[in-house]
């Protein structure tokens, strides 16, 4: 008989879990299943659906259910929802949400792939009919109907972070009047002073307002229950359409409630094999912590990138397989109306409280020969440890040659270069592309000078 293998969730994680585990072995027997209407799709793709950039639904979709199975021989049940975990028995309950029925499944082995939801502020009239977050192919849809329907005027985003800015963005492809509430002085906290002040600029530039809030106090509904104003510590803003995107907390309930211990950042720990702390059990993606190869702490990292990679090994292993997640390094990039921005690595804050003794360097350079037509300036700012002189962090941001730039200094940290080595790198240069001396080595080099300087004092 072949062996069981389940896999609850079913957007990143659990769909490469599921297919790596029935490509690994011929001997087992895979299903997942996925609470929502939809499998493998891509999330990240929805505030371009939103602002009419991407317009075909279906390319969205990876595998439908029905593709799922043909192609990579799993079977996929949506409306599904895994409600207990018996590991002693090894068996889980599972609600069919159509017809509320439930039944028992045996595995073998058990993937959770359960994700994240999107944070709560906890305010009267946070349900309005008009208040939407942007985690689901289904929230997606349901904002684009609301636009072609209602044809709002004013958008209130609460939160100015990733989701915030592409939304923004969104919105005022759509022309649509948009403020951001955010709890900081500057847009997007994880990354650099000068690189958000540069952002906040660039979203005035574009018409977006930009509101310092510390505390949302309620939403005023009107009669048909959408919310016309956000009452906040500083003032109330006028909104038709509202977008909370505060951030997101693993969903961990279910792996708690089986026995299944959570690490200190509160996502579900696992060991390099993707195995969580109860046998035949793994966890992969957002739901489960990670090891920033920075610092070697536990973070949380909730990355299409990584939830496929993690997913991955957990279905290997599952399958009898022998892989290994050895962590990851932050590598992100955003674009923000005519901005390229990217992240690697870790922040000169998140850099001090680990230890180490940081300084930080900031270039301003062209992303072609200066003179070629098309060419931009590029702005690069790197963290460095003082002491072992290893680039630990990068913020690059201008309208041309952030984002791929960045993955060279991925590459450059997760293998714990120094500056002086990656002023040796050897990178391209030809005019329509780079200029002789990228601004990835003038930022080294200019680094360099900096940490003699700090050392002669
Ligand atoms: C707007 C947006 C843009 C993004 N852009 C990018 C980007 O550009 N690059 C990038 O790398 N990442 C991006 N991300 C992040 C990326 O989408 C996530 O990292 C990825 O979706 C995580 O996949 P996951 O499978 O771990 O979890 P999730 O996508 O959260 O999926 C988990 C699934 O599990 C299901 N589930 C949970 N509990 C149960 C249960 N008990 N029973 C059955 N089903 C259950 C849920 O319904 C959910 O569908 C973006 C995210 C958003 C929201």
């Known amino acids: 008989m ?6 609850v969730g079913g957007v990143a994680a659990g769909p490469s879990a599921a297919s790596k585990a029935a490509r690994t072995s011929q001997d087992v027997e895979v299903t997942l299943f996925e609470q929502g209407d ?13 602002s009419n950039a991407v317009t075909n639904l279906d390319k969205m979709i990876i595998y439908t259910p029905e593709q799922l199975q043909k192609e990579k021989g799993v079977v996929a049940k949506v409306h599904h929802r895994v409600e207990r975990i018996s590991p002693v028995q090894r068996k889980i309950l599972v609600r069919n949400l159509e017809t509320d029925g439930v039944s028992e499944y045996s595995y073998d082995k058990l993937i959770l792939a359960t994700g994240t939801r999107s944070k709560r502020l906890g305010v009267q009239g946070e349900d309005g009919k008009n208040v939407f977050r942007v985690k689901t192919l289904n929230d ?7 636009i072609q329907q209602k044809h709002p005027r004013k958008a209130v985003i609460i939160g100015g972070g ?11 492809a759509l022309n649509i009047e ?15 002073a000068e690189t958000r002040q540069m952002i906040l600029e660039e979203l005035k530039k574009h018409g977006v307002n930009f509101a310092t809030v510390k505390e949302i106090v309620s939403f005023g509904k009107d009669a048909s229950g959408e919310v016309r104003n956000i009452v906040t510590d500083s003032g109330t803003y006028a909104a038709d359409i ?13 792996a708690e409630s089986a026995g299944m211990r959570l690490g200190t950042m509160g996502g579900i720990k696992v060991d390099q094999k993707q195995l969580t702390n109860i046998d035949n059990i793994y966890a992969a993606g957002d739901c489960c912590e990670v090891k920033n190869l920075v610092d070697d702490k536990p973070s949380l990292l909730p990355f299409a990138t990584i939830a496929s990679k993690t997913g991955r090994v957990a279905g290997e292993n599952a399958a009898g397989g022998n892989a290994l997640f050895k962590g990851t390094v932050r590598a992100v990039a955003i674009r923000i109306f005519d901005l390229e921005v990217a992240q690697v690595g870790i922040s000169s804050e998140e850099a001090q409280t680990s230890g180490f003794d940081v300084a930080t360097e900031m270039i301003t350079d062209w992303s072609r020969i200066s003179f070629m037509p098309g ?6 700012i790197y963290i460095i440890d003082k002491r072992s002189k290893r680039l630990l962090g990068a913020n690059l941001i201008g309208e041309e040659g952030a984002a791929l730039r960045a993955n060279t200094l991925s590459a450059a940290i997760r293998h714990h270069l120094t500056i002086d080595e990656i002023s040796q790198l050897d990178l391209v240069y030809t005019p329509p592309y780079a200029p002789l001396w ?4 003038i930022a080294a080099n200019q680094a360099k000078k900096r940490l003699r300087e700090l050392e002669i004092k």
């Open 2 to 7: 072949k062996r069981k293998i389940l896999v």
């Open 38 to 50: 939809h499998i493998s799709y891509g999330i990240c793709e929805l505030p371009y659906y939103i």
């Open 140 to 146: 997606g849809i349901a904002i684009k109907d609301f």
């Open 162 to 172: 990733f989701i915030g800015m592409e939304m923004a963005e969104a919105f005022r």
């Open 178 to 192: 948009t403020t951001i509430l955010h709890r900081s002085h500057l847009p997007m906290g994880k990354l650099e």
């Open 242 to 254: 509202v977008i909370v995107a505060i951030g997101f907390q693993p969903n961990t309930e279910l």
């Open 375 to 380: 060419s931009k300036k590029l702005h690069i």
């Open 438 to 441: 990228d601004p990835i080595l």
